[in-house]
């Protein structure tokens, strides 16, 4: 049985709540009466992912309130857990990225517990969480994997710059993409893919380096 998945969040104050809609015959406006994740009034969700690696539906959380951000994952969109071993973000408000790159699970986390800037990139690779190397302690945001025609690399985004990362070496920061206003999004027509930084410029495959 297919199913829909939201989220609900208020803005201030947290609430947030993840519903699920069994209903496959195409009405949105039946949906099922109660959550099916609800894990505390102090939180809000930041994304939804679908993971290719395990098939399983991911939630990221976090909140302005000094609480430590979670991330829930789900094999049916019913029943959720808290993600074993992702300790390390306990001490971070936000979880702000998550996507797969080269087999692995990235995600990136901004602003410390006591409201001092700062933030990483973790990543996992199968068995255990760690950070990507040679990035600074500031707040990091959305992450996205794209081939710049040279192959595929993983673009982060920080508060000024965005960086790129080929899973070895340490990230650097990408000269071409300097029009970053805080959003990364691949556009594609089926044949070629665009990245979109947020500001005026669209740049695409192959320019980017």
Not at 16 to 22: D, E, G, L, M, V
Not at 150 to 162: A, Q, R, S, V, Y
Not at 168 to 192: C, E, F, Q, R
């Amino acid at each position: 049985m297919k199913a829909l998945i939201i989220s609900l969040a208020s803005r201030v104050g947290g609430g947030a709540k993840i519903f699920r809609s069994s209903n496959n015959t195409g009405d949105r406006n039946q949906w099922d009466s109660a959550p099916v994740l609800n894990p505390a009034s102090t939180y809000q969700f930041n994304n939804l992912y679908i993971s290719a690696i395990d098939g399983k539906l991911y939630a990221t959380t976090g909140m302005n309130n000094g609480t430590a951000a979670k991330l829930y994952n789900s094999s049916d969109g019913t029943t959720w857990s808290e993600v074993a071993g992702f300790s390390a973000v306990s001490s971070y408000q936000y979880i702000t990225g998550i996507t797969e790159y080269n087999g692995k699970m990235y995600i990136s986390v901004s602003q410390k517990l006591n409201y001092s800037p700062g933030g990483t990139v973790y990543v996992f690779d199968g068995a255990s969480w760690s950070n990507v190397p040679g990035l600074p302690d500031i707040g990091y945001g959305d992450l996205v994997a794209f081939n710049n025609g040279t192959g595929e690399k993983l673009f982060i985004g920080d508060g000024n710059d965005i960086r790129t990362y080929d899973g070895t070496s340490n990230p650097v920061v990408n000269a071409t993409l300097t029009d970053y206003t805080g959003y990364l999004t691949i556009l594609t027509d089926g044949s070629k893919e665009w990245i979109y930084t947020g500001g005026t410029d669209v740049y695409y495959n192959p320019p980017c380096q």
